[in-house]
């Protein structure tokens, strides 16, 4: 769907405080409502904006059923409000409603963004008692088959601003719901600069993580970081593997599957066993959860995502290029926003373990200054659209235009 840029684009300040102007007679109270705080990125765009707002001298506040990572928002001293947000019961979703009123009241809120769609039908409720602005972010294009799940759904087009993170969002949103193209806000997820950038990343951290993984000095690392979830396509991965020892005739070669299980035990364990009729065992290796991913990727030799239906944006993809890495991707989703195909990524047909292994193939046999220069030219290009700094600046002028900043 073509769509005028100018109408889905916000101002992009030169600083977040940008967003609010000089002249509030009060600083602007945003509160972000979604399920829970435990891992994913929405949950780490919704802290890195509350940070944001603090440091542009505005009042944020987060509603979620907690987590984990509410601690990095105690750190920041900004305030957290326990509710039961991740139910989907349309009781709980009511009284949460009933809640999230109290506390826009109580708090002077100006602003709600709902990045979840459970509170945000709490959320949208509660602004329309109060007045308060009401406002979302599309982090997934959410499938549906019928009309009510296309309804509950809808909530998430109803903000007086609807972010999108990537054009792939934004055109579903547009194909899908309706909302006028004026209201959508195309604003791309990110990483951080801060953290995913080689030299940051010191030669203790990186000897303490090959220890923990039993890594061999003289093999190249192919990994995949994703939880253990079917679609991020392990299983594609393992097969192209097989096909790529088969040809090479040897097995010098590391494979991490970096990711929690989350409880999928069941798919954990085919995986192992794929891997065990390959022939590929002590070539494949699930690590569960990596705490630091910086180091990670910088063991890496070529870094893959074989997911089997379409990523929203791509995160993982995005810090492995910040890191330096080769890439390889497959062809759905918003990979066309996140890599440049032919030059910082090989792009292959999902479900496809002979393409896969035809990238890989080529990916390893790279001289260490090719390697060197696709890194560099993957580094400038996420360096120029994907931080973190402008994510945020981003969203903050969306807040103004709210507030008529």
Same mark, same amino acid.
């Given at each position: 769907?073509?769509?005028?840029?100018?109408?889905?684009?916000?101002?992009?300040?030169?600083?977040?405080?940008?967003?609010?102007?000089?002249?509030? *007679?009060?600083?602007?109270?945003?509160?972000?409502?979604?399920?829970?705080?435990? *891992?994913?990125?929405?949950?780490?765009?919704?802290?890195?904006?509350?940070?944001?707002?603090?440091?542009?001298? /505005?009042?944020?506040?987060?509603?979620?059923?907690?987590?984990?990572?509410?601690?990095?928002?105690?750190?920041?001293?900004?305030?957290?409000?326990?509710?039961?947000?991740?139910?989907?019961?349309?009781?709980?979703?009511?009284?949460?409603?009933?809640?999230?009123?109290?506390?826009?009241?109580?708090?002077?809120?100006?602003?709600?963004?709902?990045?979840?769609?459970?509170?945000?039908?709490?959320?949208?409720?509660?602004?329309?008692?109060?007045?308060?602005?009401?406002?979302?972010?599309?982090?997934?294009?959410?499938?549906?088959?019928?009309?009510?799940?296309?309804?509950?759904?809808?909530?998430?087009?109803?903000?007086?601003?609807?972010?999108?993170?990537?054009?792939?969002?934004?055109?579903?949103?547009?194909?899908?719901?309706?909302?006028?193209?004026?209201?959508?806000?195309?604003?791309?997820?990110?990483? %951080?600069?801060?953290?995913?950038?080689?030299?940051?990343?010191?030669?203790?951290?990186?000897?303490?993580? /090959?220890?923990?993984?039993?890594?061999?000095?003289?093999?190249?690392?192919?990994?995949?970081?994703?939880?253990?979830?079917?679609?991020?396509?392990?299983?594609?991965?393992?097969?192209?593997?097989?096909?790529?020892?088969?040809?090479?005739?040897?097995?010098?070669?590391?494979?991490?599957?970096?990711?929690? %299980?989350?409880?999928?035990?069941?798919?954990?364990?085919?995986?192992?066993?794929?891997?065990?009729?390959?022939?590929?065992?002590?070539?494949?290796?699930?690590?569960? %959860?990596?705490?630091?991913?910086?180091?990670?990727?910088?063991?890496?030799?070529?870094?893959?995502?074989?997911?089997?239906?379409?990523?929203?944006?791509?995160?993982?993809?995005?810090?492995?290029?910040?890191?330096?890495?080769?890439?390889?991707?497959?062809?759905?989703?918003?990979?066309?926003?996140?890599?440049?195909?032919?030059?910082?990524?090989?792009?292959?047909?999902? %479900?496809?373990?002979?393409?896969?292994?035809? /990238?890989?193939?080529?990916?390893?046999?790279?001289?260490?200054?090719?390697?060197?220069?696709?890194?560099?030219?993957?580094?400038?290009?996420?360096?120029?659209?994907?931080?973190?700094?402008?994510?945020?600046?981003? *969203?903050?002028?969306?807040?103004?235009?709210?507030?008529? /900043?």
């Amino acid at each position: 769907m073509d769509v005028d840029p100018h109408l889905t684009t916000g101002p992009r300040p030169d600083n977040a405080s940008a967003a609010f102007g000089a002249t509030a *007679t009060r600083p602007a109270v945003v509160l972000q409502v979604l399920p829970t705080l435990v *891992t994913g990125g929405a949950e780490r765009g919704c802290i890195d904006v509350a940070i944001g707002l603090a440091e542009a001298g /505005a009042v944020p506040l987060v509603a979620s059923q907690g987590g984990p990572m509410v601690r990095e928002l105690d750190r920041a001293g900004i305030k957290h409000i326990t509710l039961p947000l991740a139910s989907k019961n349309p009781l709980t979703i009511r009284r949460n409603a009933k809640r999230l009123e109290q506390v826009i009241r109580e708090h002077g809120v100006d602003i709600v963004h709902a990045r979840s769609r459970a509170p945000a039908w709490s959320a949208w409720m509660a602004c329309g008692r109060t007045g308060a602005h009401f406002m979302t972010t599309f982090h997934a294009p959410y499938n549906f088959k019928g009309g009510l799940k296309r309804w509950y759904n809808s909530v998430m087009a109803r903000g007086e601003r609807v972010i999108a993170i990537s054009e792939f969002v934004r055109d579903h949103v547009l194909a899908n719901y309706d909302v006028d193209p004026a209201r959508v806000r195309l604003i791309h997820r990110c990483y %951080d600069p801060s953290v995913f950038a080689p030299e940051r990343v010191n030669s203790a951290r990186i000897i303490q993580l /090959a220890k923990q993984w039993r890594l061999p000095d003289d093999r190249p690392v192919i990994l995949l970081p994703g939880r253990l979830t079917r679609w991020k396509g392990q299983i594609v991965l393992i097969e192209a593997l097989e096909k790529l020892v088969r040809t090479l005739g040897h097995k010098d070669l590391c494979c991490l599957l970096v990711g929690s %299980d989350q409880g999928r035990s069941g798919y954990r364990q085919e995986l192992e066993e794929r891997a065990k009729r390959a022939g590929l065992e002590g070539v494949v290796r699930l690590t569960g %959860d990596c705490s630091d991913m910086a180091a990670a990727y910088t063991l890496a030799t070529v870094v893959v995502s074989a997911s089997r239906e379409p990523e929203a944006f791509g995160r993982v993809i995005v810090e492995a290029q910040a890191m330096g890495k080769p890439v390889i991707v497959t062809s759905i989703g918003a990979y066309r926003e996140t890599v440049i195909p032919g030059e910082t990524a090989w792009v292959v047909p999902p %479900d496809d373990a002979d393409a896969l292994a035809k /990238a890989l193939g080529e990916a390893l046999a790279l001289s260490d200054a090719e390697r060197a220069a696709i890194g560099a030219h993957a580094q400038a290009f996420v360096s120029q659209r994907f931080t973190k700094e402008r994510m945020v600046a981003e *969203t903050l002028a969306v807040y103004g235009e709210l507030l008529g /900043a």
